[in-house]
Every structure is written in structure tokens, then in C-alpha cells.
RNA sequence: GCGGAUAUGGCGUAAUUGGUAGCCGCGUUAGACUUAGGAUCUAAUGGUGCAAGCCGUGGGGGUUCGAGUCCCCCUAUCCGCACCA
């Protein structure tokens, strides 16, 4: 019979749902692995190629572990709240949830045709009450606690307002506690919560009608749908992430992730160290700059009130300051700008202001500014320095004003250069005053951090570390700054004002949020008649009618029943879509609880992800995320491990392969073939579709009928042929290039997609798709068949165990580093091998059979059933390699004279190396490359080679 | 600009520790079987040369008995970040 996968794998996805194969206990003396996919957004385009990568690789490594002994979590679900469906229901009046539903029915669909051993009874969907009941817990746990920096650890906000109450802590810069009202207190905890509500400028996106987090903004433009976005002061709420900044860097020790990843998130968290110094403004505002003034007399003096606090990551440059930079939505600008310059200085602020974030980083070369006329002294020279805004200066880091120091930062450089401010030198590669040039004569600045300081009082001459050190330790000592660390990652923004996304659990009164209680989540998503913006400007959920809070009866009622006094209204918003995706690893362990996010024992027992697989662009958001909403739970004695991801593999990115066919320029139905000579100048290339065409050969008859306007095309063939041109290009649907899986699972089977997706190279490669070489992989599964249907009842040979033991080797060694394309090859080496003898014993094939099967399921089993088997192959026990069997007796060695291999000699084992020169030297070839000469040198490394120097 | 990665036949790739470069597959060529082939099987296939041989892992240098692999410099491509002080 021949290899009818047809028949195979149907058949084998039935058993394996009916006997619920895949279904894992929490319960189990076994080791636990938990091995897990980045779940996907159902999209209404389904599964593409690209998809499966990662989950193939994911599922074998599940099975590989359970072959040996794991009891292995893989589970999957869908990240099924998000934009695109709702963009959807705008345009058609769908219910997002319906299509939503038909989605994932679909992805289901093709996701069971691959065969992956997902433990669907553990599905989530974070649209589901059941679900997201556990996201909105998580928020209200985030607002009800702040994050203490002696502890170093989220507390309940209770601990905060007891060290209010008891004096052991005092307000800052506000009323003392006690005379606060309880309004004021709730404001000022307010600045503590994890989950805060506060006015903060965000990414507003007006043709989404909703604000973005920064990492759903690339360039200014959304990244769902590629819109415009505009900076916007808004009431938000906000989650303190950066409270986490310096745990998430930290944590990234702990982890098994790629050096790259790594970096792209410790760039994004972005922390730099350096000292905040306070400068003071200067009194006299007539006085002329620098030189000459005498020096700051303030040491030990408490800080002038008019005085601003600089971030700078360079403190031994701070004697060559000669101009202050403030951003435009700084503060003080008001205060210090002299009326000489009041008109100027408001124009550009609002000017600034204004601009679109688009605008501001199409232009980041253009140099803009204005000066304040005000000035600020240095504090270690005394002099006087002009205090200018521009926009170069960024309100959201540090503290939004700078110390400029042209001759060694590029953008100070810039920015003096165009207003022509003084530029002066203070650090020097060589310090010698006489090797110094003009900074004046330069063409840019001297960014190094390696040289030596000059001009610059007491640190002239030292190292610029050492000097830096010595300016924080004398700011510190004037008391006048500090050593200070900065991050660059923000808080992350929590309001969508979306329809298709988590309510928020909180009601106003007062104009204050307040959380429902616990036992009343989940809070559900209400109904709406339009997904769009309501006319007054609400978010979507301002056109439910039954969305108001009933503070005595604890429920939702009609929002006609508002009275502020017992009934209050709900917020508006909802959720992100990374707050649903944050917390669903740990609800997988327990997926079915009522009572709990997830129960002590289940998280005790599998404590964080073994292995986690999934794309490198969620670096900067949902790895970031993740991360912090685990390590909150951490802090709050939920979850037990500090970091959710133990070990991460990034599947490479799958790029399209699109197919041209070549018109004729002066023939609008002829099409000349590829490589016939003129081809390229007098045609035009058209995308064809990818599915007409084979290993770049035209299906004719198929393109005639791919559309009316080819119906009657004309051809200048090659050989009979049409070769198609082919490209890499992103995989879409305009470039006909997409494939679908379901396509090539009918065609080849499950099987033979899934060896060759692994085939196609390294896992963590992008790679184009490419279906060429698909037969290879195709044929291979026939042969190995053939192998088994010939196979006999007898007891496997010395060759072929040495065969099947070098494979054992070979494949475990492999599963073990993700090396799933050599693997394939080794299967097929395997085979070959194999088939090369007389005869394959039962026992043989039966042990391949395991260690084929978690790459091709189904076929595995069938071959093992066939031997008699009654239970799954997935029970079955991955086979040991015997290294005895692999000893040869001989080694043949590589000889090699001055380095170039010239001949191979088979040599027995644990020769000596006079033995092997002596061997050698008697034979015929090598006398004719030893040419009567004295070896100089032998080199000899048992069983690796032998190496002859002349 | 900063950071990360990659570069090997016509193509996808392999070489895990510095030890015979090109495994495995696609494609191509020739042949066998066949009414037929998008089936199957056999053989060949880095370049060059009649051959011995010579050349060959993006380019240039170096370390070494020996380098795709290690070190230095350069180039190209891809990805991430980007006025972050």
C-alpha cells in the first residue's frame, strides 16, 4: 500500500481528540515542562505559512519532552479582544464578537489539520468573562497598590496610608497628611498606585478615535492601519511600569532569551546613569556671559528657590557648559522669561507645541529654539549661562532640562553652531594644552568618554571616569545633586477608548475612580447599538444604556438611574491589548477556576514557562508587559517565579516568495519566458499568483483562467516551459503571494508540512517562503514508508543498529539546541541509509518511528500501531542511544601535507603516531607529496586527522 | 547616528570543540522502467582544466602545523531604537 496520509491523518486527529491524548494533569509525580506559544489575534485572513513555524517547532519540542518522561503543558487560546475586528464591525455593523467567533472557529479549523498536541481543554480567550474577570482583578490590585523603593517591592496601598497616618511618613511638598481632606488624600495616593489616573500627554490617534501606547507607535503613525498620531494631554490611566524599570533590566540575567532580545529591551527600558544637578538662576539678568564672574559662593547652602534640576549622563563636562537648554513644556519658562523676550519665547512654545509627533521626527535635524533671556549659574564656575528652549529637549525624560555642553555632545554642537553660542573644550584624548585646536574650527563634537579632562578646574587632568565621579562627589558635597539613574521607559498607557477591548471595573463619584468590589467582577462588556464615538466625544461604551454603577444594590444598572448619590457612572474606556495577553500564561495552569486566578498548588507545581516561542516584535511590548504583570503578581505572593519566561526562542520572520510573469511592452497578451534574451528590456514584470506556479514553471492552463483579461494569452516558452522571475517581498495578499497551509496540507499532508517547515532552515532565521523544495520532504515520508511496509520480523543487524543509534545521537542532540532542519536531514540520512541494506528489522523502524514522532505525528503512529502497538506513540519511551555501538575499529584519517588534505589512509584504532607516520610513510601517494623530503613537524590528533609539515 | 544579527554552489542549507568545506534537499544533466509521468529507481552535479593539478566560505590583513570557525580593519544586506542629555 502505498503512503496515504489522506487516510493517515484524519484518522490519527479523531484518536487523538477521543482519547483526549493531549490532556495534561496538574496532578503528576512526573517532572513538569511547560512549553508554550505566543497565542494569536484571529485575524480574518486565517493562518499563513508563517504562522505554524513557531508552533511546529514548539510541538515538537512538547512531544520530544513528553517522549522522555515530562508531563508537558501545552496549551493554547487566542488574544481575541484588539482593533482590527472592531475597525471591522465600524465598517460592516458585525458584531465584533461574532466575527471574532467565526475567527477562531476558522484558525481551529487549520490548526487541528497540522496535528500540534495542544491541550484545548485548557483554551483561553480574553474576551471571555470567565477570562478577563482576571485581567480586571489584576487592575484593581494594581490600583490598589504602590510601589515602596525601601522594600523594593509592590505593597498594598494600606501599608502607605499607615505610615501616612502614623507620621513614620511624611507628604511631599503637599499639606501634611492629617490636614488633608479625604479627597486631597485620594489625590495624593493617587501618584502612588500602580494603576493610576492622571492628565498625561499621550498618543492620540484621531482615525482610530483611540490613544496608543508607545509601543503601538512607530514614526509617528499607528501601527494597526498606519494613522497619524498626535501628542494629546488626556485623563488616562496609566500602569506604573516604570517603577519596574531597574527589576526588568536586572531580570534579563535570569533568563535564556537571544543576546539580541535582550538588548532591544534593556534599549527600550533604556537606563543611563548620571548625576541630577540643580542650577540656579542668576539674580542680575543684565550681566553679560561667562568669563570673569565670581564664583558661585552657594556651598552648603540650602537651594535658591528659582533654581531647576538638570539630568546629565556626562558631570565631568559641567565646566564646559555655556548654555542651558529647557523643553517647551517646561514649567519655569513662564517665570524666568524677561519681557523682552516674552513674545518670542510664547510663540515658540506654542509653535512647538502644536506639532504632530510626525512633524517633530520628520524634522529631528532642523534646529529650533529661543532664548529665554534669562540666565542660570554654574555652580562650580560661577559663570553665568544663557537659558534657551527648544525642542530638542524632550519634556517626558529626566527632568526636561539640560546642561549644554557643544564641544561634546553632537546635538549641543548642533544647536550652538546655529545660534553661534560659545563652544568649549573640556575633554581631550590628549591633554596636552598645546595639541588643543579651536573648537570653533571643528566639524563636529567630541562625544568619546575616553580621554582626559582639560580646562576644567579641579578635575583638569583626570580620567573622564574619575572626573565624573569627582563632580557627583563635590555636587553632593555642595549638596546641591546626585548620582541619579534615568530610565527611558514610560509608564505605559491603559485607556483605549475602544468598544472591543476589557471594562475597566471603576465607577466616579466625585469625579474620583473608585473600583467595584471584588466579588462583583467580572465587570462585562455591555452592549452598545454603534462601535463608533458617541457625538459628544465619548469612547463607544458612552452609547451603553445600561452602564451606570448601583453602589448599595452592587450592580450595573440603567444609566438613566444616575444620581451621583447611589448610582454613579461607569468608566468609559477599556482596556489595551496587551491586558489581556499579560497575566494568560499563568491562567493556563489553572484554567477553570472560579474562585482564584490561578491556585497556589497549580503555580507551585509549574512554577513559570519552561519555553516560550514567538515573534522578536513583541519586544518591546508584550515580552515588557509580561514581565512586570508577573513580577506584580510575584510581589503580591501569586506567582512564584520572578521572571514568566524562563527560555525564549523568536521564530525567524516568513517572507513571501512572489512569481512574475514578463509582458510584452508592445504586446498586452503575450508573455515572454524568463530567460529568453531581451525578455528583461521589453517586458513588464506582473505579480502572478504563487499558486499557479510550480518550482517557477507556469501553469499555462491555470493562469488562462486565473482572470478573463489572461484568458486567451499567448506565450514564448523555453524548452516548452514559462520560467517564472521570483522575488522576496513581504507575504499579502496583493502580491498574490500568501500561502496557506490548508493548501499544502491537502496537497502533501500534515507531515510533510510540518518536516518541511522545519526543513526550510534554522527556526530562529527569517527565511522566504518558499515552496520548492517541498517534494524533497515529500518523497522522503514515502520512502521511509516503503522502508517500514518492507520491513521484517527479525532481530535488527549490527549495520543497522549502528545506523539507528547514530541517529538516536544525532536527533536528540539536535531537539535538545533547536536544530530541527538537521534533524529532518538526519531522518533522511537515516532512511537512505537503511534502505541501502537487504533488510530493516521491525524492531528498527519502530524505534525510528518514536524518534520521527514528534515531528511527524501521524504518520508515527500509524507505523507504530501497524507494529502492534495499542496505546499512542506519544506514551512511548524515546530510545537511549548505546555508544557501543557506534565504536569502529578504524578511524580513516585525513592526511595532510602543510596543511592541504592530499589523501585519506584507514588506520586502526588507538594507533600510536609513530605507527601512523610509519603508515604513512609506506604508502605510495604520500611518497609522491613527501617528495624524498624529511618531515619538519608531524601533527597527529587521534581520530581527527594526520598532518605532515615539510 | 547607536545597538544587534547575517554573508558558504544555480537555490534552501550543513560543518556542535580550530581538524577532509559543501552533508541533506531542491533544481539541473544523463540513463532505466513505462502507453504516459508532476510516479519510481540509478548515476553525475562548487569553479577551472584533457589530466596531474590549481582556485574556492562577502573583501583585506593576522594568529596557527591547520581558519567557514579565533583576532583586527572594511563592505553589503536585514532587524531594532532613534534629539533619551
Not at 486631597?184 to 501618584?191: F, G, K, P, T
Request: overall charge negative.
Amino acid at each position: 500500500m502505498d503512503y496515504n496520509f489522506n487516510e493517515i491523518e484524519p484518522k490519527w486527529q479523531n484518536y487523538w481528540r477521543e482519547h483526549h491524548t493531549y490532556r495534561c494533569s496538574n496532578d503528576s509525580n512526573k517532572p513538569h515542562y511547560y512549553v508554550l506559544d505566543m497565542f494569536p489575534y484571529p485575524s480574518g485572513a486565517g493562518l499563513h505559512v508563517g504562522h505554524p513555524l513557531g508552533y511546529i517547532a514548539s510541538d515538537i519540542f512538547a512531544r520530544y519532552k513528553r517522549l522522555r518522561g515530562f508531563n508537558v503543558l501545552h496549551p493554547m487560546g487566542y488574544d481575541a479582544y484588539g482593533l482590527p475586528a472592531e475597525q471591522y464591525a465600524i465598517q460592516t455593523g458585525q458584531h465584533p464578537a461574532i466575527t471574532t467567533e467565526r475567527n477562531i472557529a476558522r484558525y481551529r479549523e487549520q490548526l487541528d489539520k497540522i496535528g500540534f498536541s495542544f491541550d484545548w481543554d485548557r483554551e483561553v480567550r480574553t474576551c471571555d468573562p470567565f477570562y478577563y474577570h482576571w485581567t480586571q482583578w489584576t487592575f484593581v490590585q494594581l490600583f490598589n497598590h504602590y510601589y515602596d523603593k525601601e522594600l523594593d517591592k509592590a505593597m498594598p496601598i494600606s501599608h502607605l496610608v499607615e505610615q501616612l497616618e502614623n507620621g513614620s511618613l511624611e507628604t511631599q511638598g503637599d499639606k501634611p497628611w492629617k490636614e488633608m481632606t479625604e479627597e486631597e488624600r485620594q489625590d495624593y495616593l493617587m501618584n502612588y498606585r500602580l494603576a493610576y489616573l492622571a492628565d498625561i500627554p499621550v498618543n492620540w490617534c484621531p482615525e482610530l478615535g483611540t490613544v496608543l501606547a508607545n509601543d503601538e507607535v512607530v514614526g509617528g503613525l499607528s501601527v494597526r492601519g498606519g494613522y497619524p498620531v498626535e501628542r494629546k494631554l488626556m485623563r488616562q490611566w496609566s500602569l506604573r511600569i516604570s517603577a519596574y524599570a531597574q527589576r526588568l533590566v536586572d531580570g534579563l540575567e535570569e533568563v535564556d532569551w537571544t543576546d539580541s532580545l535582550k538588548e532591544i529591551q534593556r534599549n527600550w527600558i533604556g537606563r543611563s546613569e548620571g548625576a541630577s544637578v540643580w542650577f540656579p538662576l542668576a539674580v542680575d539678568q543684565k550681566a553679560n556671559l561667562l568669563p570673569g564672574v565670581q564664583a558661585y559662593q552657594g556651598q552648603g547652602e540650602p537651594i535658591p528657590e528659582s533654581a531647576f534640576e538638570i539630568f546629565t549622563t556626562r558631570p565631568d563636562t559641567i565646566f564646559g557648559v555655556t548654555f542651558m537648554v529647557l523643553c517647551p513644556e517646561h514649567e519655569m519658562i513662564e517665570q524666568i522669561t524677561t519681557p523682552e523676550q516674552r513674545a518670542e519665547v510664547e510663540a515658540y512654545v506654542t509653535w512647538a507645541k502644536n506639532r504632530s509627533e510626525r512633524e517633530r521626527q520628520a524634522e529631528v535635524k532642523k534646529v529650533t529654539g529661543v532664548f529665554t533671556g534669562a540666565f542660570a549659574v554654574n555652580p562650580l564656575t560661577g559663570e553665568k549661562i544663557p537659558i534657551w528652549v527648544s525642542e530638542y529637549v524632550l519634556a517626558g525624560y529626566g527632568t526636561g532640562a539640560i546642561m549644554a555642553v557643544p564641544a561634546h555632545d553632537s546635538r549641543d554642537f548642533a544647536f550652538a553652531r546655529h545660534f553661534h553660542l560659545p563652544i568649549r573644550q573640556v575633554v581631550a584624548a590628549d591633554p596636552n594644552p598645546e595639541h588643543l585646536t579651536d573648537p570653533n574650527t571643528w566639524e563636529e563634537s567630541i562625544d568619546s568618554k575616553i580621554g582626559y579632562s582639560v580646562n576644567s578646574g579641579f578635575i583638569t587632568g583626570m580620567k573622564v571616569k574619575d572626573a565624573m565621579k569627582a563632580v557627583i562627589n563635590k555636587v553632593e558635597e555642595m549638596g546641591i545633586g546626585s548620582r541619579t539613574v534615568n530610565f527611558r521607559l514610560r509608564d505605559a498607557i491603559f485607556s483605549r477608548q475602544r468598544y472591543w477591548g476589557e471594562p475597566f471595573p471603576v465607577y466616579y463619584k466625585n469625579n474620583r475612580p473608585y473600583m467595584l468590589p471584588l466579588e462583583c467582577l467580572p465587570l462585562e462588556l455591555p452592549e452598545v447599538k454603534d462601535f463608533k464615538p458617541t457625538s459628544t466625544g465619548e469612547p463607544p461604551l458612552g452609547h451603553a444604556q445600561v452602564w451606570a454603577w448601583d453602589e448599595k444594590n452592587r450592580k450595573v444598572v440603567d444609566k438613566n438611574l444616575i444620581d451621583h448619590v447611589n448610582v454613579f457612572p461607569l468608566e468609559l474606556s477599556t482596556m489595551p491589548g496587551f491586558a489581556g495577553s499579560s497575566g494568560y500564561y499563568l491562567r493556563y495552569m489553572d484554567p477553570h477556576n472560579g474562585q482564584a486566578y490561578f491556585s497556589p498548588e497549580a503555580v507551585n507545581y509549574w512554577q513559570n514557562v519552561d519555553l516560550y516561542v514567538g515573534g522578536a516584535e513583541h519586544g518591546t511590548g508584550h515580552l515588557i508587559y509580561a514581565r512586570f504583570w508577573n513580577k506584580f503578581l510575584f510581589d503580591m505572593g501569586l506567582a512564584v517565579k520572578q521572571e514568566p519566561f524562563q527560555k525564549l526562542v523568536n521564530q525567524g520572520m516568513i517572507q513571501g516568495r512572489s512569481n512574475f510573469v514578463y509582458r510584452s511592452k508592445t504586446d498586452n497578451n503575450l508573455f515572454i519566458s524568463k530567460n529568453i534574451p531581451g525578455c528583461a528590456e521589453n517586458t513588464v514584470p506582473i505579480h502572478v499568483d504563487i499558486n499557479i506556479v510550480n518550482n517557477d514553471i507556469l501553469d499555462i492552463e491555470k493562469f488562462r483562467q486565473w482572470r478573463p483579461e489572461f484568458a486567451d494569452a499567448r506565450f514564448e516558452l523555453e524548452d516548452g516551459k514559462y520560467v517564472c522571475g521570483w522575488e522576496v517581498e513581504k507575504m499579502s495578499k496583493s502580491m498574490f503571494n500568501v500561502q496557506n497551509p490548508d493548501d499544502l496540507v491537502a496537497r502533501y499532508g500534515a507531515d510533510t508540512l510540518r518536516l518541511y517547515e522545519m526543513f526550510l532552515g534554522p527556526v530562529e532565521q527569517a527565511k522566504p517562503w518558499d515552496t520548492n523544495g517541498i517534494e524533497g520532504v515529500f518523497r522522503f515520508l514515502k520512502k521511509f514508508w516503503k522502508l517500514f511496509e518492507s520491513s521484517i520480523d527479525a532481530p535488527a543487524t549490527k549495520p543497522q543498529l549502528k545506523i539507528l543509534h547514530q541517529t538516536i545521537k544525532k536527533i536528540t542532540d539536535d531537539i535538545e539546541r533547536f536544530s530541527f532542519n538537521t534533524s529532518v536531514s538526519t531522518f533522511m540520512i537515516c532512511v537512505n541509509d537503511l534502505s541501502a541494506l537487504d533488510s530493516v528489522s521491525h524492531t528498527v523502524i519502530e524505534q525510528l518511528a518514536i524518534l520521527m514522532a514528534p515531528f511527524a505525528p501521524h504518520i508515527a503512529e500509524e507505523v507504530y500501531s501497524q507494529l502492534g502497538h495499542t496505546t499512542s506513540i506519544c506514551d512511548a519511551q524515546w530510545p537511549e542511544y548505546d555508544p557501543a555501538m557506534l565504536v569502529q575499529d578504524t578511524f580513516t584519517y585525513p592526511v595532510s601535507f602543510n596543511g592541504k588534505t592530499r589523501l585519506t589512509l584507514e588506520l586502526p584504532n588507538g594507533i600510536s603516531q609513530q605507527e601512523a607516520v610509519a603508515a604513512v610513510m609506506a604508502d605510495k601517494l604520500a611518497q609522491k607529496w613527501l617528495d624524498g623530503k624529511e618531515p619538519k613537524r608531524v601533527v597527529f590528533v587521534p581520530n581527527k586527522i594526520i598532518n605532515i609539515v615539510l
